[in-house]
């Protein structure tokens, strides 16, 4: 199954890139999963993880393609981990870490290993770009950004304290925002 989802999301990110980069953007949702299959041995969980950013950046990939390609399970863990694009990014960002500190705890990996993914981007693209790395986001503001980093480790604290990829993801947000 992990195989099938990191095959259906090679092709569902063809042609994307990690923001101001020419990075393929498939290289972050394999990190995701890789991040995620050293917290559980869950195949659903490793797949979805695999596959959190098809529903939302994806064009034509729904919750119900997932649930028919894979298992409603994973499609469900997948919906869970998507923003809804139509809100503004504060109104996103909020839901999310409201979301998250709520989610079951597999959904609550995913989460996890995206930002922790995300803040090992930043922490190599800062000390080459300078503060000219925060034009490459919607949203350009740094501490705004440190706001929703700092809010998701606060949701995720008491359930994932002492995890080493929680542990990491902390000292990256001490050490790039403060």
């Known amino acids: 199954m992990i195989n099938k989802a990191i095959e259906f999301a090679t092709k569902a990110h063809e042609g994307q890139y990690r ?3 020419k990075r ?3 290289v972050h949702p394999i990190e995701v999963g890789d ?9 659903e969980v490793i797949s979805a993880a ?20 894979f298992t409603p399970r994973v499609a469900d863990m997948v919906a869970q981990e998507s923003e809804d694009k139509s ?16 989610a079951p705890r597999e959904v609550q990996m995913i989460g996890l290993a995206d930002k922790l993914s995300n803040m090992r981007d930043i922490d190599r693209d800062y000390p080459v770009l300078g503060d000219e790395l925060w034009n490459r986001f919607r949203m350009k503001d740094k501490n705004m950004i440190g706001w929703y980093y700092k809010g998701i ?11 080493p ?10 050490k790039n925002f403060g």
């Open 19 to 21: 923001k101001g980069t």
């Open 24 to 26: 393929p953007y498939i």
């Open 87 to 102: 809100k503004t990014w504060m109104e996103r960002k909020e839901a999310t870490i409201r979301r998250i500190k709520e």
């Open 153 to 163: 480790r606060d949701a995720l604290k008491e359930e994932f304290e002492g995890i």
């Open 50 to 69: 695999v596959l959190h950013d098809t529903i939302e950046d994806c064009a034509g990939v729904t919750q119900e393609i997932l649930a028919k390609e």
């Open 165 to 174: 990829a929680f542990e990491e993801y902390c000292r990256l947000i001490n």
């Open 35 to 43: 991040i995620v299959a050293a917290m559980t041995k869950d195949e």
